[in-house]
């Protein structure tokens, strides 16, 4: 046989080409529609099927997701999954499957270590109030550090590919936007303003209006409080600065694909649908669309609607097939119950069909995971849904 | 227990892809042709609670959707004029130019600034009375505790000035069982489940707010008794299949394989709904939204679920 003729466009058209040639994967979509699941999941088969080594980098997975990556302490730390839980799923990986959790906190400590002048003004800084709040609560520093570990990850140079699994956030858009959003406060005119000698800011006429509103409604000594953080903070800026632009550029990098996680709900895809459009603007490549729970294709055939409902409406003609069974009126109430389940479900199944065939680009990559009816328990459960998308 | 409705501020609240904002918007409804005067707020800057009712926008300036049902979105920055002119008398037009241009610096930077100015308004709202009742599509389970505890955490960084002066009655009147109460929504899945859990213990162990009731949404129909399923699954054998599509003449497996799938997805349902069951106190009360099989999620599915609620509380 002739080799096939390479094509001109070098487009993925599984999951597995398109992992084979790309190093970092960022899961992403609203909550609740299997991220962390499926990212897992990919990154088990990538594992088992390109080999090297490859790590997952999760948020908050669930107790049982964690368990059958075989992780049982939360924390930054890097951990191999056993061979033993692949050998236990009968399946002999090409290369390693490497997990991790993030830890918020940690993560900005570490980060503040590696860039604070010295160690008075590191010390000072994580004894802060402020940054406490900051690091440990502000919902956005979650977004950030997330992509600032990947970084951290991914120029280590360790792993093969890299699959993350990004935080729930208000706004899938707000981990993109986390990087610029920090390098542009470190360069802000309020920053500036905040930082300055205290002198110099009441004297200063262009903020003394705001001086005056900002004291009257939060009173200077929390200003002085927040000034000092910043000042504190503010000798790590270039630090920051330059590693924030490094983050942001990983993102956009070559190596780097999206992987956008939806179900077929409408809020869910709608929200999928305004990512894929946030990263088309911004140039960053959309990889797959990875639609979860999907119901059987079978409920929308139309052919079975009419054997629905003779069910509903005639189970006598069927009663006398299955009288050995049980008394026919038993045996007729389960027939017009098996009917109008079959109904329902066909409502949604073709509910789902119309959201799907609405969707308005596609990716280079489409897959959809069935219903999976059972929970996720262990690796094999994993690679059974990898399976699924893989292909 | 106060009964729901009769309280002054629910934050209703749950996991992402719940139906959160379904609810809060069933339950505005219910209040409002109750005759309750009822304010339903938007906190989640994703603007589709509009969709719930299908009656266009909703704006920072609450709007009349129908008798008694009226309807905002938060926005900070305009939560923040409207307390400028309010509280300092403060003709904001002169001066507001300089906070406008830094205020997402500022709400990004200072921990709970954000926080406290939806609170803010919303207890606001309460303290005037001027609503019966107002419900809040509030943030997803994972900062919702953030959010409620803003005043307390600004009470404490916050030495003097006005602010510190204003978190004391918005305190009171979150901390007022009588008054404001959470309403966590969840759905027959593993990840819900373990979020509500989490987030119950939280609230008690975090807050002094009073947790109101868990709505759990999406649950499926029993479809057969015990007697019942063991007689489908002697259906099943091939030989019945095919006997059966015989007599209706057309293939009945799909039929049949529907069913399977609806049993399936019940019994691991009904394990996590004895798992939420077991991590609550007893004593909270719970109401069950079923799962709607329909085509639409507008305002026809709101009245829905609202009639339905109506029939739990």
């Given amino acids: 046989m002739a080799p096939r003729k390479p ?37 088990a088969m990538a594992s088992v099927h390109l080999g090297g080594k490859v790590l997952v980098l999760t948020v908050d997975p669930a107790k049982r997701l964690a368990n059958a990556l075989g992780l049982e302490r939360f924390g930054n730390t890097e951990t191999q999954v056993p061979p033993s839980a692949f050998a236990a799923a009968g399946v002999e990986p090409r290369g390693e499957l490497w997990a991790a959790m993030l830890d918020t906190k940690q993560s900005w400590d570490d980060l503040v270590r590696r860039h604070a002048p010295d160690a008075k003004t590191k010390d000072a800084i994580l004894a802060n109030s402020i940054y406490q709040n900051i690091s440990g609560r502000f919902v956005q520093s979650h977004d950030y550090i997330a992509m600032e570990r990947l970084y951290e990850i991914h ?30 406060f470190f360069s802000s005119k309020l920053l500036r303003w905040l930082t300055a000698p205290s002198k110099n800011r009441v004297m200063s006429l262009a903020s003394k209006p705001f001086y005056t509103v900002a004291d009257r409604i939060l009173g200077s000594q929390f200003l002085e409080d927040i000034a000092e953080f910043f000042t504190l903070f503010q000798s790590m800026a270039p630090g920051f600065v330059e590693r924030a ?30 990512f894929i459009g946030a990263l088309e603007e911004r140039k960053l490549h959309l990889g797959a669309l990875i639609l979860n729970k999907v119901l059987p294709s079978y409920l929308r055939r139309t052919a ?88 | 227990m106060v009964p729901l409705l009769d309280r002054k501020l629910l934050f209703v609240t749950g996991k992402g892809g719940v139906g959160k904002s379904t609810i809060a918007a069933s339950l505005a409804l219910l209040a409002a042709e ?44 305009e939560s923040l004029k409207e ?13 507001i130019g300089p906070i406008a241009r830094t205020f997402d610096f500022i709400a990004n930077a200072a921990p709970g600034v954000k ?21 809040v599509d509030s943030v997803a389970s994972g900062h919702i505790v953030g959010q409620l505890t803003a005043p307390t955490g600004i009470n404490e960084l916050v030495q003097v000035g006005l602010v510190r002066n204003q978190t004391q009655w918005m305190m009171d009147i979150l901390n007022d069982p009588a008054q404001t109460g959470v309403v966590i929504v969840s759905a027959p899945e593993e990840m819900p489940v373990a979020e509500t859990i ?114 739990e509380l």
């Fill in chain 1, 7 to 43: 094509t001109d466009t070098d487009k993925a058209r599984t999951l597995e080409q398109l992992l084979a040639t790309k190093e970092i994967a960022i899961s992403c979509g609203s909550g609740g529609v299997g991220k962390t699941t499926t990212a897992a999941a990919a990154a």
């Fill in chain 1, 155 to 184: 120029t280590a140079g360790t792993y093969d590919l890299i699959v993350v699994d990004t935080p729930p956030t208000r706004n899938a858009m707000d981990f993109l936007e986390a990087p610029e959003r920090m390098s542009d």
């Fill in chain 1, 245 to 274: 632009d490094a983050v942001s550029r990983t993102l956009g990098d070559k190596r780097t694909t999206f992987l956008v996680v939806s179900t077929l709900e409408a809020a869910p895809l709608d929200e999928a649908e305004f």
């Fill in chain 1, 304 to 391: 079975s609607t009419p054997v629905a409902k003779k069910l509903i409406s005639d189970p006598g003609s069927v009663s006398p097939a299955l009288a050995d069974l049980a008394e026919p009126a038993d045996v007729e109430r389960v027939l017009s119950t098996i009917g109008e389940s079959f109904l329902n479900y066909q409502v949604v199944a073709k509910r789902e069909a119309e959201q799907r065939a609405g969707l308005a680009s596609s990716p280079e990559v489409v897959a959809a995971v069935p219903y999976f009816d059972a929970d996720i328990h262990n690796l094999g459960g994993l690679l059974a849904l990898g399976e699924k998308i893989w292909r």
């Fill in chain 2, 34 to 77: 109750q005759g309750k005067k009822t304010l339903v707020c938007e906190v989640d800057a994703k603007g589709n609670l509009a969709d719930f009712y299908e009656a266009g926008e909703t704006s920072f300036a609450a709007r009349e959707l129908q008798p008694n049902l009226w309807a905002m979105s938060m926005n900070t920055e």
């Fill in chain 2, 83 to 95: 307390y400028l002119s309010l509280q300092l008398k403060i003709p904001f037009v002169a001066k």
């Fill in chain 2, 115 to 135: 926080e406290i100015l939806t609170i803010g308004k919303l207890t606001y709202e309460v303290r005037e009375r001027n609503y019966d009742l107002v419900i």
């Fill in chain 2, 198 to 311: 989490e987030l119950a213990q939280r609230l008690d162990a975090e807050t002094d707010i009073d947790l109101a009731a868990v709505i759990v949404n999406r649950v499926l129909p029993e479809l057969f008794t015990e007697r019942e399923e063991a007689l489908f699954e002697a259906m099943r054998t091939p030989r019945k299949i095919d006997a059966i599509s015989k007599a209706v003449g057309g293939a009945v497996k799909p039929v049949f394989d529907a069913a399977e799938l609806a049993v399936t997805l019940r019994r691991t349902r009904a394990g996590h709904l004895a798992t939420l069951r077991e991590g609550l106190d007893p004593m909270l009360p719970m109401m069950f939204v079923p799962y709607l099989f329909t085509r639409t999620h507008g305002a026809r599915a709101t009245r829905r679920v609202a009639e339905l609620l109506g029939e």
